[in-house]
């Protein structure tokens, strides 16, 4: 199973029904294309896994990275592994924006950080560890 995690920035902050209308198109598209993962959001950051086949996770990518509502969007970590790691899950989505949100054990900072920071370049994990975090929470 190929995954690729990823961050990028929104060329400009989304609205609340945005994110709603990016996420059903996305939700579609996935289940079609039998791509599970998780999407983050906060304060126009992105972090996004996509688990799938190969070749049409990558295909995807390309997709999202000449997405004009994207911008600095970059790798943090890519390679294979035995089993999806959020099988049901077309595409899982949180807003980190909210107090509720930030109170979770294990939650992260991380993606406050401004994309062009050394945080995401020297610490890659952080991104993926936050994702887990959620992972393992909503199970």
Not at 108 to 129: H, K
Request: proline residues 4%; charged residues 25%.
């Amino acid at each position: 199973m190929y995954y690729t995690v990823y961050a990028s920035c929104a060329s400009s902050p989304f609205s609340q029904q945005q994110l709603v209308d990016l996420l059903k198109q996305a939700r579609e598209a996935n289940e079609k294309l039998d791509i599970t993962g998780i999407l983050l959001y906060n304060r126009g950051t992105f972090i996004q896994l996509l688990e799938g086949d190969e070749d049409k996770v990558k295909a995807l990518y390309e997709k999202i990275d000449k997405d004009p509502r994207h911008k600095l969007i970059f790798t943090l970590m890519e390679g294979h592994k035995s089993e999806r790691q959020f099988p049901n899950w077309s595409m899982a989505f949180r807003d980190l924006d909210s107090q509720e949100i930030q109170q979770l054990p294990g939650f992260s900072q991380f993606i406050n950080e401004p994309l062009d920071s050394e945080q995401y370049y020297r610490d890659p994990m952080a991104a993926v560890e936050l994702l887990y975090m959620f992972r393992d929470v909503v199970r």
